[in-house]
C-alpha cells in the first residue's frame, strides 16, 4: 500500500531504505545515510512510502514544477526487490504528475540497474533537442549522473 507521508519522523525511515539499497554498490562506492539527508525532501517533495502492511519496504520523493517534474528519489529495501515495489511507485508518480510535462529522474552512471529499471519504464536518455530545453530550464547532467526523460 503507498502512503503519503510528510513529517520529519519518516527521514529515518527513508535513511534505513536508502542504506538497504544501497547494498547494491561495491563496498568502497557506498554511503550510508542519516535521516538528516531526507529532512529537505520531507518539507519541499511528495513523499509516499510502500509499506506491506508491516515494515516500509520502499519511498520515492518528487517535486513538481511548472514545466516538469522529477522524481527526486525512489528507494526500494534490498530484500524487498524484485517485487513490482518499485515499479508500484513510479506508475504512482506518474499518476501524481500534470499531464503532458516531462518527468525526469538523475541517475548515478554507475547504478545501470538503476538506469536500466528506468528505461524498463519508458525513460529514455536525453536527446539533443530535450537536452537543450534542460539546460534553457538550467538543468545539466553531472559528470557522474545520467538524465532519463519521460513524457506523460
Not at 10 to 16: Q, R
Not at 27 to 50: C, M, R, V, W
Not at 131 to 140: D, N, P, R
Amino acid at each position: 500500500m503507498i502512503i503519503q507521508v510528510d513529517t520529519p519522523e519518516y527521514a529515518d525511515i527513508f535513511a534505513a531504505v536508502y542504506n538497504s539499497a544501497n547494498t547494491l554498490f561495491e563496498n568502497s562506492e557506498q554511503y550510508d545515510a542519516t535521516g538528516e539527508i531526507f529532512l529537505p525532501h520531507l518539507k519541499a517533495d511528495e513523499n509516499f512510502i510502500y509499506s506491506d502492511g508491516v515494515e516500509v519496504a520502499g519511498f520515492m520523493s518528487f517535486h513538481c514544477y511548472e514545466q516538469y517534474s522529477e522524481l527526486t528519489s525512489l528507494y526500494v529495501k534490498r530484500e524487498f526487490q524484485n517485487r513490482g515495489i518499485g515499479e508500484s511507485l513510479i506508475h504512482h508518480f506518474e499518476q501524481k504528475i500534470k499531464p503532458g510535462t516531462p518527468a525526469l529522474v538523475k541517475v548515478l552512471k554507475n547504478a545501470p540497474w538503476a538506469l536500466r529499471f528506468y528505461q524498463n519504464h519508458g525513460f529514455t536518455f536525453l536527446d539533443a533537442k530535450n537536452t537543450e530545453t534542460l539546460k534553457a530550464l538550467g538543468i545539466m547532467e553531472k559528470p557522474w549522473e545520467r538524465i532519463l526523460y519521460k513524457k506523460l
